[in-house]
């Protein structure tokens, strides 16, 4: 079945760094979504990639769909406490219905020192 | 105004006993899901529904039985609890299944004594 590998599980980073987490599929991806889960928080949808290449912003954080649709990046600039929490990248396998399921990867823990 | 809420926040019951989890949105979306959160933090779905249709059930014991009175609702029954049911359920719901954002409720802390 479908895989979708995440790396680093960890990252530790001094406030003010860059962050980086990548998202890998075993399969072609119809889209790709990221979501952020706070410490003691639920899931919170961040943005959906569908297009081959596309690259999305919002403020310090930058997402990639890669020209394969089968791997993303999401890129934070200038880390802040605020950005502390689990990120997870998500995505649909392209051979499956629009009613499958979202496979998750298994999350990127970013814990940020002031 | 919660979009996915789900009840109750917490759970703590003895092995073998049964419990309910309810959820409900109001954001009129067509599909909902169960989510099992263990404590590595990895994400798994076990059931979605999209319109009172059972459309996804992973593999999961048949101890685990979801129910969709409506689109809006979708509870979750757990027979004879074991250990290793401990975990966060999250229930969710989006639009149109995997093309649309899901939007998660707060999670059920199912602790097994």
Redesign the interface.
Same mark, same amino acid.
């Given at each position: 079945g479908q895989q979708v590998m995440q790396i680093p599980q960890y990252q530790h980073v001094q406030e003010g760094e860059d962050f980086t987490t990548y998202c890998n599929s075993s399969t072609t991806l119809s889209n790709i979504q990221w979501y952020k889960q706070r410490p003691g928080g639920h899931p919170v949808f961040l943005i959906q990639l569908v297009k081959s290449g596309e690259v999305k912003k919002q403020k310090r954080l930058t997402f990639q769909f890669g020209e394969a649709k089968k791997n993303s990046s999401l890129h934070i600039t200038a880390t802040q406490t605020t950005d502390v929490g689990t990120y997870f990248c998500a995505g649909l396998d392209a051979g499956g219905t629009s009613y499958g399921k979202l496979t998750f990867g298994q999350g990127t823990i970013l814990t940020v020192h002031p | 105004d919660t979009a996915v809420s789900q009840t109750p926040k917490y759970l703590v019951t003895q092995m073998g006993n049964d419990k309910s989890i309810k959820c409900e949105q109001n954001l009129g979306h067509d599909?909902m899901y169960w989510y099992k959160q263990d404590s590595?933090?990895?994400?798994?779905?076990m059931f979605?529904y999209?319109n009172k249709e059972l459309?996804?059930n992973?593999t999961v014991p048949n101890r685990f039985s979801p129910k969709s009175p409506d689109k809006a609702h979708l509870n979750l029954h757990i027979n004879s609890l074991e250990l290793g049911d401990s975990a966060v359920y @999250?229930c969710?719901s989006s639009q149109? %299944? %995997?093309?649309a954002?899901?939007? @998660? %409720?707060? %999670?059920t802390r199912l602790s097994i004594l």
């Open positions: - | 599909t590595k933090k990895f994400l798994k779905i979605s999209n459309i996804i992973e @999250f969710a149109t %299944g %995997g093309l954002p899901q939007h @998660f %409720g707060d %999670g």
